[in-house]
């Protein structure tokens, strides 16, 4: 903020060589120069000529709303270094308090997009795992297929969907040598279906000791590929979401003159993408598991015939 007073004496060597007439008329500009000079330094605002006058002098803000105005330079009631008094005086807080929570209402919902996205990925980062990781963390086994069945549901719209249902039976093995017989039932793919209905087994992966998290060998090739039908239709309704959500984000935070309230909605999209890979998927994972018929029994004998990895 300091600034050198000395520049108010720019220019006065040549006065020196001037007729007198001039020398007279530039000596009282000059003058009246250094006192102008004088009282903005002093903090006499009014009296500051130029911007860059205001801006040095203690006490002092340049308010003026477009091109620099002497009469808009105005003393400051807190310290005002570069004029930031100024601006925050002309802040609204309670525009900056709607704009805030305009932010945080649109992020929610533009959170949902990043919060799939990482879901899909985690799910499909997974899959890949479960066909690529050494035998020492992922086993496979052949189950024999008990009973196999579909379920029809159908919507409001009369459109039906189809689920495929396996109950199986396998031998997994712990990493400490011991064997467990796990019963329990499976939902697949048709493709899967189609196959393990004829020949009457089907290939599972599981991770190494948790051998309730099985998965059909083809169903996790299918997911670690490509997207499916519903998670492609999931993300093109909730892009949908986050693109209106920014929108009317863009349209509310305008209109409030407050442009803070763009930090929580940014805030919330990388928010949205940890809870999606880290809480959502986890917790989704262990809730279908609880809901579905497992049992795992201690056993000495293979009940199938088991694969490696």
């Known amino acids: ?68 105005d002497a009469a808009r330079c105005e003393p400051c009631s807190s310290d005002c270094s570069d004029g930031d008094d100024a601006l925050m005086s002309d802040l609204d807080l309670g525009s900056c308090g709607e704009s805030m929570a305009i932010g945080a209402g649109t992020g929610l919902f533009g959170c949902i997009l990043p919060l799939v996205l990482s879901c899909c990925w985690r799910r499909r980062r997974q899959a890949q795992w479960m066909l690529s990781a050494p035998a020492s963390e992922v086993q496979r086994a052949i189950a024999v297929v008990k009973r196999s069945w579909t379920t029809t549901s159908s919507d409001a719209n009369g459109a ?72 492609r239709m999931g993300l093109g309704v909730f892009t949908c979401f986050g693109a209106m959500a920014l929108v009317i984000c863009i349209l509310a935070v305008s209109g409030t003159g407050c442009y803070l309230g763009f930090g929580p909605f940014v805030l919330m999209l990388p928010v949205g993408a940890l809870v999606g890979y880290f809480v959502v998927y986890p917790c989704a994972g262990k809730a279908k598991r609880a809901t579905t018929p497992i049992s795992v029994t201690p056993c000495a004998a293979p009940l199938a015939v088991k694969v490696g990895s």
């Open 160 to 231: 039906g969907s189809t689920a495929h249902h396996l109950q199986i039976e396998f031998q997994a093995s712990h990493s400490d040598g011991s064997v467990h017989a796990v019963a329990g039932e499976i939902l697949v793919l048709g493709e899967t279906y189609e196959r393990a209905d004829e020949s009457k087994q089907v290939e599972v992966v599981y991770p190494m000791n948790d051998e309730r998290d099985f998965k059909a060998v083809g169903d996790v090739g299918t997911v670690a590929s490509r997207l499916s039908t519903t998670e």
């Open 1 to 68: 903020r300091e600034r050198d007073w000395s520049e108010c004496d720019r220019n006065s060597a040549p006065i020196m060589r001037m007729p007198p007439v001039l020398f007279a008329w530039a000596l009282a500009t000059l003058l009246s120069a250094r006192l102008a000079c004088a009282a903005c330094a002093d903090g006499d605002c009014s009296m500051c000529e130029a911007p860059e006058d205001c801006a040095s002098a203690a006490g002092c803000a340049d308010r003026s709303p477009g091109d620099y």
